[in-house]
RNA sequence: GCCGAGGUAGCUCAGGGGUAGAGCAAUUCACUCGUAAUGAAUAGGUCAGGGGUUCAAAUCCCCUCCUCGGCUCCA
């Protein structure tokens, strides 16, 4: 009896039965058959040479796709897998999924691998694949495939601890063939292993098994595959652009900030440069947090135990924070891992009104975080930071037009700084949290009204939130495609439970006000080095730290540079004669490399004309004879911070 | 913290038991130049730190610190 199959153009065609996915591709046309590495029957994978069970809409996934790519990734792993178990003897697996952009296998052997193993097992699998071994797919009962794997403990872990609802058809898993090696898998997978057109291993590291510390520490080897050699390349090359972008060899190279040995790990100093623009970005907080109805204040950078005690923190966030410091009459003092508890202290110097609220306390707190030392990435996750953090203290009544008013700050602040692409995710109870579970409800679907009310997609990250309450927080894609978290924005009905804070209501009795942390860049070393990833060391004219270099054509031009200079300065913007001895070219290619938005040079005509060769950074060609005052006008127009008229 | 790879001049890196090297950067001198590198000379090092083996250690061994790629966590 022949099968329907609903093709996605809604068009019905008839395959006789026991017709595999590949049928019905080729039936469309060859290049899709050539291109397919799987389908979807109703939404379910299945291998392309697998007869369909039943009639149903399909869908033909190529390996051009997301979806193609990882059914490809995941056959690569298995590749990987198999040259490692047939090198190295007495090795055994683990998984080995797909991953973004490449795919990864762990395992388990007497000696880790080494740069050489990965060339070793590169060509392995090179031969795996030239043999074109197909992929054959097998169901069987999980006793058949304990005793199959019995050599191999993880595995044996996976089969007896798959969940009922994973494996469709119930008591049964599957696994797939190729030659003699055999692997528990979901699939799909290729045809065969000779489809897989570029395939490269990156790296090893050590990884534990199912990601938990007390578990054993497994070898992990990390390689990407794509659908042609053409997009490796590709691919190759944007790991290349992200090495060109990273902040850590642009700062120093830029001379905007470094990380001295002597100091310690995970502590930066900043660079008269760097401090400059750092000052520009703060100066820019400031001026939003004042425009969305912020006031200013200061705290200390430790405070006693106690104080920690009552907040909580040491209770849950202890790991997180620096040892006690034994200080007067034996009272031990901690450094701040957040701010939050000096801005309730200011809250609750006096009584408080209804008529107060909200009251929106900000602060460039610097604060001090243990992160274990395996974690440190230069400004992206130091030990002391500065958050752009706020507090704001408000009525339960309140609470959905502040959190409304927050996120639209945080995507204000976000779009100043280049960023047009926005991702939330809305984390929700974790395991470890305080406060009572009716409060945690309603602090979550608050804040999912306000992402609603901005209209903007989110994912729920289930117990993601921070101990003390739910948050959102705002990813940002980059000038090159990598996701950032940067914002966040967290609800909190606990602390002001713990420090007991009050106001007085329009009767009078005493009323819990509830509150939101925010912070809007997170961290500004963090934001820094992302801003600095995402512009590639080039920042936009008002960030620069020097905006116009002037550079004289000869000796006897410094004077008519100077007074540019100083023309340029008086309009407010940053310029900086080169008058070294160096010739005309070379010092127009070191303001190029330090990134300059403009250069000027000057020489026997402009000196005569009032005006000067005009470079912009990124373009190809200099302007002749622009009179400065042009120029002025121009790099001033774009030197004003966003939001901000002349 | 754990697994792996590293740390040699400001930067990028060679050298692997027997006198510390290169390119770029820096300094000085000459050149005074019209849009991405003028030339020459000079200076610069407890070879991350400490301990050990050895007649002799940058080199071999141990410990510590720091960096990088991951695991985990987060801003």
Redesign the pocket.
């Known amino acids: 009896m022949p099968i329907e199959i609903r093709l996605p153009d809604g068009s019905v065609v008839e395959h006789p039965e026991g017709s595999t996915g590949l049928d019905v591709a080729a039936a469309i046309g060859s290049r899709l058959a050539k291109a397919a590495v799987a389908v979807r029957l109703d939404g379910e994978w299945l291998d392309l040479s697998r007869p369909l069970p039943h009639g149903g809409s399909i869908e033909i996934v190529t390996e051009n796709t997301e979806d193609g790519r990882s059914v490809l990734r995941h056959s690569a792993a298995h590749v990987l897998a198999q040259a490692v178990l047939d090198l190295y003897e007495g090795a055994t697996f683990a998984i080995g999924p797909a991953i973004a952009d490449g795919f990864y296998y762990d395992f388990k052997v007497d000696q880790?691998f080494?740069p050489e193993d990965l060339e070793r097992i590169e060509s392995r699998m090179a031969e795996i694949i030239a043999a074109d071994q197909p992929f054959i797919r097998e169901a069987m009962g999980r006793d058949q495939a304990l005793e199959l794997f019995s050599d191999h403990e993880f595995k044996r872990e996976i089969i007896e601890t798959v969940e009922p609802g994973e494996v469709p058809a119930g008591d049964e898993v599957t696994v797939y063939r190729n030659n003699g090696f055999v692997d528990l898998c979901r699939g799909p997978h290729l045809p065969s292993t000779g489809r897989l057109e570029a395939v490269k291993l990156l790296?090893?590291?050590?990884?534990?098994w199912r990601?938990?510390?007390a578990n054993p520490?497994l070898?992990?080897i990390y390689g990407t595959a794509w659908e042609s050699k053409k997009e490796l390349e590709a691919y190759l090359h944007r790991l290349e652009e992200a090495e060109r972008r990273d902040h850590?060899r642009l700062g120093?190279e830029l001379d905007l900030f470094s990380?001295p040995?002597e100091m310690?790990?995970?502590l930066v100093v900043w660079h008269p440069k760097g401090g400059l623009v750092r000052k520009l970005i703060e100066d820019h907080s400031r001026r939003l947090h004042e425009r969305y109805g912020f006031e200013f204040v200061f705290s200390p950078h430790l405070a006693k135990e106690d104080l920690w005690n009552t907040s909580g923190h040491l209770q849950w966030y202890a790991e997180g924070m620096y040892p006690g410091m034994e200080m007067d009459h034996g009272d031990a003092y901690r450094v701040k891992p957040m701010n939050c508890p000096f801005h309730i202290m200011i809250y609750r110097s006096r009584g408080r009104s209804y008529r107060e609220l909200p009251l929106r306390l900000g602060e460039l707190g610097g604060v001090y975080?243990y992160?274990?030392?395996?974690?440190?990435?230069?400004l992206l996750?130091?030990?002391g930071?500065t958050q752009d953090d706020s507090h704001t203290f408000c009525t339960r009544g309140q609470l959905a037009d502040e959190l409304a008013m927050h996120l639209d700050f945080v995507l204000r602040w976000l779009k100043d700084f280049g960023f047009t692409e926005f991702e939330a995710d809305l984390s929700t109870r974790?395991d470890k949290y305080v406060g009572d579970p009716a409060q945690w409800g309603e602090a979550e679907e608050a804040l999912a009204a306000a992402l609603d009310r901005a209209g903007m997609e989110y994912r729920v990250a289930e117990g993601?939130g921070?101990f003390y309450g739910p948050k959102i927080?705002v990813h940002v894609k980059d000038a090159i495609g990598r996701r950032w978290?940067?914002s966040?924005i967290q609800v909190d009905f606990n602390l002001p439970e713990r420090f007991g804070i009050e106001y007085a209501g329009p009767d009078n009795a005493p009323e819990r006000p509830a509150m939101i942390h925010c912070?809007k860049a997170?961290?500004i070393?963090?934001f820094f080095g992302v801003l600095v990833e995402h512009y590639a060391g080039a920042f936009p004219t008002w960030l620069a730290p020097v905006q116009a270099m002037i550079v004289p054509?000869?000796?006897?031009h410094i004077d008519y540079a100077r007074s540019v200079a100083e023309q340029l300065a008086n309009a407010g913007l940053r310029a900086e004669v080169d008058h070294s001895?160096?010739?005309?070219?070379?010092k127009?290619?070191r303001a190029?490399?330090a990134k300059t938005p403009a250069?000027m040079?000057?020489?026997?005509?402009?000196v005569e004309a009032g005006t000067?060769?005009y470079?912009r950074y990124g373009a190809d060609e200099?302007r002749?004879g622009v009179s400065v005052d042009e120029i002025i006008t121009e790099l001033a127009a774009e030197a004003q911070p966003p939001g901000v008229s002349a």
């Open positions: 880790p080494t790296r090893i590291a050590g990884a534990y990601g938990d510390e520490q070898q992990r850590r120093p990380f040995k310690g790990a995970g975080r992160e274990r030392s395996g974690v440190l990435h230069g996750r130091a030990r930071f974790p993601d921070a927080d978290q940067m966040t912070a997170g961290s070393e963090r054509v000869a000796d006897r001895g160096e010739t005309v070219g070379e127009i290619r190029i490399t250069v040079v000057v020489g026997d005509r402009d000067a060769g470079r200099e002749r």
